[in-house]
Every structure is written in structure tokens, then in C-alpha cells.
């Protein structure tokens, strides 16, 4: 052992094979098939928000004389501010979409049942804190849309019993928009949220370490074939052609399709069309569709059987005898939360 590994080793007793032991898990064969390991793919982008985020921090002012001003200065004269800015936007994005078709291929493959319920809620925590960051990271701009779609946000947590007041005066500041607003978004955006959400991918993968992904036995394996393979370096390298082929993505979407600027907020002025972000849309046509009290109680409800989702699946198997009934139940909800953004993407109103 050189002396620089001596020393290190003195402080930090790991061996070489203790790491190896750490990091090797052995990976079932499915996850050689890349929508098998979907779930890397919100981490790589999660990572490229936090550096992004970052440096658009050091010119964004958070307030309401200054917020758009400062989104211009980036857009149109800080170097390389569109680029970071367009990367941003679109890595939140696909980071939704991303975490959408994980948790579609969780639910399908019914990965999400015993032992494993308690990481379907991890993830599910983990898809509302990521939506909550869209929302808040939006509204930042302070261009009509922000503004206009975070006051329409605040009538609708009013229209939440019990919690829901509370809710309105905490994001706000007071009962409507005001100069304390945005730097509350703009905490909740750059520290709250994304700290929640590193703590709940920890918990995740922690889950994920003690359970192992799931097995699914391939149909045509024979008996005698190896159903394991390393994670370290096979799968790892996997995981970072993922990455590579994401990044490129990224980049040809932030150039071809840059981010752009809408007019700077103006309270006195209801725009014509108010449009949340694409991932709201669903949402957005279901409060069309019925009365306020009935869409937001309702909504509640569906989030909160997603959460427990695990157990319903349970009973549901249970009472109607039919194995694969989160399957047809999946390929309804998959139409309609299809649907429902097609239409409200395509109407004006
Ligand atoms: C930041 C977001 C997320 C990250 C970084 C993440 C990461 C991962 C990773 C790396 C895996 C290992 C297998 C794979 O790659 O598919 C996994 C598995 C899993 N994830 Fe996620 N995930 C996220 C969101 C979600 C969501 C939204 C759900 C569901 C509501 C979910 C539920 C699960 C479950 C139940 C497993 C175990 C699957 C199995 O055993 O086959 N995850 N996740």
C-alpha cells in the first residue's frame, strides 16, 4: 500500500473489497433493457437542474421590481445565459417525463407491490415535490403567465377544505400577489423543494439497496443461465450511455428551441388565455370540466389513492379475483391523463 493510501486508509478503514461490496449489488437481466432503468434518468436531470439552477442564481433577483428585468439581462446578455437558461427549462421537462414513464413502468410491471409499497409513496412524495418545483421554478419569470397562473394556483388551494386558506396566505404572503410573494416562491424553488427531494431520492435508492429491483424470470432463459449481472462497471455503463444520449437531447432541444419571454407581469390586466405548464394541463382541464369545490375535492382523491394505490391494488385483486386489474385500471388512466392534456394543449380555451 503507497503511503497516500496508508494515511487515507488510517482514516477512512474501507477496504478495497469492502467498496466493491458496497457498490457491486448484482442486477437482474431485465434491467439490461433500458425502459428498465428509466429511474437513473430523473437523477441525471435533477443533477443538471441543480447546476443550471445554480448559476442562473447568481443574476436572478427575486422580486418584483427586478425579477423579469434580471430574466431578461440572462436571456439576452449574459454569455451563454440562454443556453443555461433553455437547458433549465428543458431538463425540467424531461425530468417530469421522465419520472412519468418510471413510475408507468413501476405500475405496469407491478413492482410497486409487497414489499415495495412503501417506495411507491417515496416516489409518489417524489413526483408531487418535482411538480411543486416546476410550478414554483415558473412563476419565478414574473411574466403574465407566472403571475396570473400562480394567483389562479392560490384561488384554487383556497378552495381546499380545512388546510387549504392556510395554504393560500403561506405561499402568498397575504391574501393575494404582493412584494413578499416571490421570494417565497423563490425559496421554496432554490432551497426547500430540491432539499426535500434529495432527501427523498436518498430514502428511494436507500429502499431500492435493501429490497433489490424487482425479478421478473425471463421466458426464454434457460434454467441454468446466469440471472445476474454486475452493477459495477455492466450496469454502470448502461446507466451512463443513458446519460450521454440524454445530454445530447438536451442540448439540441435548449439550441433548436430556446427559452423565450412572454410580457412582464401586469396585475391590472387578465390575460385572454390563461395556460398552466404541459404538465398541469390535466389538472387545468379537469377544473374546467366541473365545479371548483367538486374538481379540487376530487383531485385530492386521486392523488391520495395513487399514494396508497399498493394496498387498493391489493383488495381490488382480492375482491374481484382478476390478477392483472391495475393493468386495465393503468390503461384507463393512461387515456385519460393522455386526453385530457391533448385537449387543453389543443383548445385556446
Ligand atoms: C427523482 C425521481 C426518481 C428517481 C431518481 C428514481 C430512481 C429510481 C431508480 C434508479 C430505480 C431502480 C430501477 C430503475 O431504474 O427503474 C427506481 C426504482 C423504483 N422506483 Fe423510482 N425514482 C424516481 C421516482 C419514482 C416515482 C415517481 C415512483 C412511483 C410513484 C417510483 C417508484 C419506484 C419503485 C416502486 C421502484 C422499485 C422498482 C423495482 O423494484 O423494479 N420512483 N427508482
Not at 454569455?79 to 414513464?101: C, D, N, P, Q, Y
Not at 440524454?246 to 427559452?259: F, S
Not at 392523488?303 to 382478476?322: E, N
Request: proline share 6%.
Amino acid at each position: 500500500m503507497g503511503k497516500i493510501a496508508e494515511w487515507l486508509y488510517e482514516r477512512v478503514p474501507i477496504s478495497g473489497e469492502q467498496l466493491a461490496e458496497l457498490t457491486n449489488e448484482p442486477v437482474p437481466n431485465h434491467l439490461k433493457r433500458w425502459w428498465f432503468c428509466l429511474g437513473g434518468t430523473p437523477a441525471y436531470l435533477f443533477v443538471v437542474q441543480i447546476v443550471t439552477g445554480i448559476l442562473l442564481a447568481l443574476y436572478y433577483q427575486p422580486s418584483t421590481a427586478s425579477a423579469f428585468e434580471s430574466i431578461r439581462y440572462i436571456t439576452e446578455e449574459a454569455s451563454f445565459g440562454w443556453f443555461l437558461r433553455s437547458m433549465h427549462k428543458w431538463a425540467a421537462t424531461l425530468m417530469i417525463a421522465a419520472m412519468i414513464l418510471h413510475q408507468m413502468r413501476v405500475y405496469f410491471t407491478g413492482a410497486y407491490r409487497k414489499p415495495r409499497e412503501l417506495n411507491w409513496m417515496i416516489g409518489m412524495s417524489l413526483l408531487m415535490c418535482t411538480l411543486l418545483i416546476g410550478f414554483t421554478g415558473y412563476s419565478l419569470v414574473f411574466e403574465q403567465l407566472s403571475y396570473w397562473g400562480a394567483t389562479v394556483a392560490a384561488n384554487i388551494s383556497d378552495n381546499i377544505p380545512i388546510v387549504g386558506p392556510l395554504g393560500k396566505q403561506l405561499l402568498l404572503g397575504g391574501d393575494e400577489y404582493n412584494a413578499r410573494t416571490l421570494s417565497r416562491f423563490y425559496i421554496l424553488h432554490a432551497a426547500v423543494l430540491p432539499t426535500t427531494l434529495m432527501l427523498l431520492v436518498i430514502l428511494h435508492i436507500a429502499q431500492i439497496r435493501m429490497h433489490g429491483v424487482t425479478e421478473f424470470p425471463e421466458p426464454d432463459d434457460e434454467p441454468s443461465a446466469p440471472k445476474h449481472f454486475n452493477f459495477f462497471p455492466d450496469h454502470m455503463l448502461t446507466e451512463l450511455t443513458l446519460g450521454l444520449v440524454l445530454m445530447i437531447i438536451l442540448c439540441a432541444l435548449a439550441v433548436t428551441l430556446p427559452a423565450t419571454m412572454g410580457p412582464k407581469a401586469d396585475p391590472l390586466t387578465t390575460p385572454e388565455v390563461i395556460k398552466p405548464e404541459w404538465f398541469f394541463y390535466v389538472s387545468f382541464r379537469w377544473l374546467k370540466l366541473f365545479s371548483l369545490s367538486f374538481a379540487v375535492i376530487s383531485s385530492g382523491f386521486i392523488v391520495g389513492a395513487m399514494f396508497v394505490w399498493p394496498w387498493i391494488d391489493r383488495v381490488l385483486r382480492k375482491v374481484t379475483g382478476i390478477e392483472e386489474i391495475s393493468v386495465y385500471v393503468g390503461i384507463v388512466g393512461t387515456f385519460l391523463l393522455i386526453g385530457l392534456t391533448v385537449w387543453e394543449a389543443v383548445v385556446a380555451h
